[in-house]
């Protein structure tokens, strides 16, 4: 199993806990993270080498990369495990399961990249590949199955977490926030690049919501410490009556999601946690021009949020690239703010879509990989 990153890890101890269920003398190598170590994975290299983000910081880190993977391959030659599963980090792992599948060793992809999204084509390649896909959305069964590629849909874990998330009145005491007051959520994004775009939108948005709404108070989540340090540089711009309707917190994702009445947020996974969450709101996204030629040109659906996705209308307002202005923002948000039928609306969509998402996924894993797998079987009835 080689998972690339923290996601990757949580998914991935999950499925080891399942399979060990069924299979106890079963032994998992590969590469991961704490989680899944602490499942038991002998983990060969550390996942910190995977989890690089950026083409910058991809290409500086390339060589390494390359000389890591295959040594990877070359020792799973070696052992030839009874199946390989490669966790999302499909750049590193579709190689992976390619040359093992050509080897004979039972490849298998769990999580599959936004086909559904832009560059469908890929998958003509996909199928050569894997022997298997585990796909989170239930929509995306058909295109791979139009593929001939076997396909499981297992669930999003995202939608099983959203029950352990803090009540309002546990994340409103954690910000130090009144119930009473109105609360608007900002996430602004987990990369550099889209902080130093979207944070200075949103805190123009914010200050037009602060002319209607004088009382309002706005919680920013970042995802670490270098994003925090950005974000505060941002805010000791704003005026000095203004700066005390901010806080900005690292690792609070969560508790900024239940502590807020409705949310600006960027285009990405916060998006499909903040539906599971159930808040309400506004979806903005502006990347650099020659990408969004791309995006447009590659695109297979016309929306950009997962719940609009989900949905297969447009649930929640999208405000990309030219549309995403301060004035743009509040004037969307502002029904989301003062109307219960616009609140209600999106909640109740949202509700649904928890409740389709919500499954045993690492369980569900384990049966396709028995289905799949001829020597799982046999080896489960002699367990």
């Known amino acids: 199993m080689v ?3 923290t996601s990757g890890d949580q998914l991935g101890a999950g499925v080891i806990r399942a399979l060990k269920q069924r299979y106890p003398q079963a032994r998992f190598v590969g590469i991961g993270g704490p989680e899944m170590m602490a499942e038991g994975l002998e ?54 399961e390619a040359r093992l599948k050509a080897d004979g060793v039972p490849a298998f992809h769990y999580v599959g990249p936004s086909v559904w999204a832009w ?62 007051v109105s609360v608007t959520g900002l996430l602004p994004g ?46 000791a711009n704003l005026a000095a009556w203004q700066q005390p309707h901010f806080q900005v917190k690292t690792g609070q994702v969560k508790t900024a999601i239940a502590a807020s009445d409705q949310l600006i947020v960027t285009s990405g996974t916060a998006t499909l946690q903040t539906a599971l969450m159930q808040r309400p709101f506004v979806l903005a996204i502006k990347v650099h021009p020659l990408s ?12 950009v949020g997962l719940p609009n996705v989900l949905a297969q209308q447009s649930v929640v307002p999208e405000l990309i690239q030219h549309e995403a202005t301060p004035l743009k923002l509040v004037q969307q948000l502002i029904p989301l703010i003062d109307s219960p039928q616009a609140r209600e609306h999106q909640i109740s969509v949202f509700a649904q879509q928890q409740v389709a998402l919500e499954q045993p996924s690492a369980e569900r894993v384990v049966d396709g990989l028995v289905a799949w797998l001829p020597s799982l079987r046999s080896a489960g009835d002699a367990s």
Request: charged share 20%; net charge positive; hydrophobic share 45%.
């Open 190 to 235: 987990s990369r550099s690049a889209e902080i130093s775009v979207m944070m200075p939108l949103y805190l123009q948005a914010a200050g037009l919501l602060l002319n209607r709404y004088p009382t309002m108070q706005f919680v920013i989540a970042a995802v670490n410490e270098q994003a925090c340090a950005m974000i505060k540089g941002q805010l």
């Open 3 to 5: 998972a690339g990153e």
């Open 43 to 96: 983990s060969w290299y550390p996942m910190s080498r995977l989890s690089v983000m950026g083409l910058f910081e991809v290409l500086k880190h390339l060589p390494g990369l390359l000389r890591l993977r295959r040594q990877l391959i070359h020792r799973l030659r070696s052992l030839r495990p009874t199946a390989f599963i490669g966790i999302d980090a499909p750049d590193f792992n579709f190689t992976v």
């Open 119 to 180: 560059r469908e084509h890929r998958l003509k390649k996909i199928r050569e590949q894997v022997d298997g896909v585990f796909v989170l959305f239930p929509f995306e069964t058909s295109l791979y199955e139009r593929y001939g590629i076997p396909v499981k849909y297992v669930g999003h874990y995202m939608a099983a977490e959203s029950h352990q998330a803090p009540l309002k009145s546990q994340a409103r005491e954690t910000w130090g926030l009144s119930e009473k």
């Open 292 to 303: 969004y030629w791309l995006m447009k040109r590659l695109a297979t659906t016309p929306w």
